[in-house]
């Protein structure tokens, strides 16, 4: 069966850094758009950013603002979000998910398989 595992999160200060790993397994990976979105406490989630397949087209939702970078390695099914200049509004539990080709954007019900998420928390 499909499983989806993240890893790599963890407490760090405000202005510091973070690199979020995502692996994938019992799946075709590069046929799938992967996707990181995030919940925080007493918040709906949002989308964070996507790539497609073939790793030529990237998405990210507006807060990002150039301080995150989505990557994907294929040979290896893994997944990965840079987190620079973080904040603490971006604390938060941080989801991966793949879903179809169509699905490519941040809308997290077009996803299929999820992870149980990990936890990114920034102080201030």
């Known amino acids: 069966q499909v499983q989806v595992v993240e890893s790599g999160g963890g407490l760090v200060q405000a202005g510091g850094s973070l690199r979020l790993s995502c692996t994938a397994s019992g799946l075709t990976f590069d046929d799938y758009v992967m996707g990181w979105f995030r919940q925080a406490p007493g918040k709906e989630r949002e989308g964070v950013s996507c790539i497609s397949g073939s790793d030529v087209s990237t998405c990210y939702g507006d807060f990002v603002k150039g301080r995150f970078t989505i990557s994907r390695d294929n040979a290896k099914n893994t997944l990965y979000l840079q987190m620079n200049s973080l904040k603490p509004e971006d604390t938060a539990m941080y989801y991966c998910?793949?879903?179809?080709?169509?699905?490519?954007?941040?809308?997290?019900?077009?996803?299929?398989?999820w992870g149980q998420g990990t936890q990114v928390t920034v102080s201030s």
């Open positions: 998910a793949a879903g179809p080709a169509w699905a490519y954007g941040l809308v997290s019900r077009k996803y299929n398989y």
